[in-house]
Nanobody, 122 residues
């Protein structure tokens, strides 16, 4: 089994910063892409930022220049540094990891974290 544990959410004032962390553990053979998604009530989950195994990144237009995604392959972890936060960044943030469990013969699978609430408000 594979588990993803997220941390770092909370309440922050507009203009503030937060860093989200997500660590994968369990029966992991290799990790491909890692990313963060957000979801607000009544809306679909959407990509915020993604980083490939080679370090290539892509971001939602609304967060470019404010958010930075990074990963630590030794720790099977992905991070999201969020600066200049706005009220519209308020959402539940989900970590997503695409990996091969157990061995090279297994297909790539997507795994999700439990979600962490980020609230940007005065």
């Amino acid at each position: 089994q594979v588990q993803l544990v997220e941390s770092g959410g909370g309440l922050v004032q507009p203009g503030g910063s937060l860093t989200l962390s997500c660590a994968a553990s369990g029966s992991i053979f290799s990790i491909d892409a890692m990313g963060w998604y957000w979801q607000t009530p009544g809306k679909q989950r959407e990509l915020v930022a993604r980083i490939t195994s080679g370090g290539d990144t892509n971001y939602a237009d609304s967060v470019k220049g404010r958010f930075t995604i990074s990963r630590d392959n030794a720790k099977n972890a992905v991070y999201l540094q969020m600066n200049s936060l706005k009220p519209e960044d308020t959402a539940v943030y989900y970590c997503n990891v695409r990996l091969k469990p157990y061995s090279s013969t297994w297909p790539l699978r997507n795994y999700w974290g439990q979600g962490t609430q980020v609230t940007v408000s005065t």
